[in-house]
């Protein structure tokens, strides 16, 4: 299932320069290997969308032959806002995180599964900010992420240890990622500076190695705002007196660990060459 459908998404969701550069080095070495069998059937502005496959889309002998890309071993994954409904008990991402086009989908599905996780903790701050002065201003954090918090409760609530029960790095292993995308019909990953691996199965027997890694994902409360800027002065007039205050967000930020080298990769036409025997 794709994200769009998992969040009712609109949007399409893109990666950084560093990738989109990668993917285009890789289509680029595929067509220079100029082997009739391997045939690109997207070869213009890589970049994956909420309507591809794969970061590289190919046929082999006529047969889809998908591709997930990643620039380096420790490539970082999308650094991006979850809104938070309470009453729904939902996370999605803003749509000023997807906007930036540095967010796959994998970033998405991992970080509403770390959002998950810590949302008993993330219950509990919004509950007792509720139930501090200013009431005017922090009734709001019933509602959910994002919030204004007024600073001196923040900071209390921060050295009460409110905040360090949501901060947490959780860990999706090669299970993980092999099964999400094997359900998209995609079984192997290239990785610059490792080559090329096997998801789950490798389908059609090339060889390669099995893919062995994890997504590390960070999930924290990320304040905004300054003592004389808009999101104080807002809280200011909502209150009826002049406080200081941040507006809190809730930030997931990830990157993917692996180790290992196959001794082949798409990233050289050469290499792709010695792939198929030609």
Do not use: W
Not at 34 to 48: C, D, E
Not at 69 to 88: E, L, V
Not at 236 to 257: D, F, H, N, P, T
């Amino acid at each position: 299932m794709r994200a769009n459908e998992l969040f009712n998404l609109d949007e399409a969701m893109g990666i950084g320069q560093a990738g989109i550069d990668y993917e285009n080095k890789v289509i680029a070495a595929i067509q220079a290997a100029n082997l009739p069998f391997l045939q690109l059937t997207k070869t213009g502005g890589a970049g994956t969308s909420a309507a591809d496959a794969a970061d590289i889309e190919a046929t082999l002998n006529g047969k889809p032959f998908y591709v997930e890309c990643k620039s380096s071993r420790t490539d970082p994954m999308g650094s991006f806002t979850m809104i938070y409904n309470k009453q729904a008990g939902t996370f999605t991402p803003s749509p000023d995180s997807l906007k930036k086009g540095k967010v796959e989908e994998e970033d998405i599905i991992i970080g509403q599964q770390a959002c998950i996780a810590r949302k008993d903790a993330i219950d509990a701050y919004l509950e007792e900010l509720a139930a501090r002065e200013p009431l005017e201003l922090h009734k709001d954090a019933l509602l959910g992420v994002p919030f204004t918090a007024e600073y001196n409760t923040k900071e209390s609530l921060k050295q009460e240890g409110y905040q360090r029960a949501i901060q947490q790095i959780v860990a999706a292993g090669s299970n993980f990622i092999q099964t999400m995308y094997n359900s998209k019909s995609t079984y192997y990953i290239q990785i610059g500076g490792a080559g090329l691996f096997y998801m789950g199965k490798d389908i059609y027997n090339l060889g390669v190695p099995k893919f062995e890694g994890e997504v590390n994902m960070e999930v924290r409360f990320n304040p905004a705002g300054d003592t004389k800027g808009s999101v104080s002065r807002a809280a200011s007039k909502k209150v009826g007196y002049e406080i200081q205050a941040r507006r809190i967000m809730l930030r997931c930020s990830g990157k993917m660990k692996m180790k290992g080298k196959s001794p082949f990769t798409l990233d050289d036409p050469e290499s792709i060459r010695t792939l198929f025997d030609q």
